[in-house]
């Protein structure tokens, strides 16, 4: 089993900036990738960015060269700094971890809110 607490959300003007944080703690032995995913009202969730354990990342198309993924094995974090902000953007963003036996771990997610 992984846990995962993410922090970071808020309210944030057009063309501001945040940054996400996300704890994983239990068997991260297992982590095999970690990324973000996001859900704006109405819409299916999305994937957001993907960091795996060899440090190669991916990003969906919509945040390339707006938001940067990073981990922290020394405190089992992941990171998802956000930059030029869209009020598009807006939507509760979710941390995610995949196992290296394939499982899908999910935390409770965090909103995040682009308006001015």
């Known amino acids: 089993q992984v846990q995962l607490v993410e922090s970071g959300g808020g309210l944030v003007q057009p063309g501001g900036s945040l940054r996400l944080s996300c704890i994983a703690s239990?068997?991260?032995?297992?982590?095999?990738?970690m990324g973000w995913y996001r859900q704006a009202p109405g819409k299916q969730r999305e994937f957001v960015a993907l960091?795996?354990?060899?440090?190669?990342?991916n990003y969906a198309d919509s945040v390339k060269g707006r938001f940067t993924i990073s981990a922290d094995n020394t405190n089992d974090t992941v990171y998802l700094q956000m930059s030029s902000l869209k009020p598009e953007d807006t939507a509760v963003y979710y941390c995610?971890?995949?196992?290296?036996?394939?499982?899908?771990?999910w935390g409770q997610g965090t909103q995040v809110t682009v308006s001015s």
């Open positions: 995610n971890v995949k196992t290296k036996t394939l499982n899908n771990y």
């Open positions: 239990g068997s991260i032995f297992s982590i095999n990738d």
């Open positions: 960091i795996r354990r060899s440090g190669r990342t």
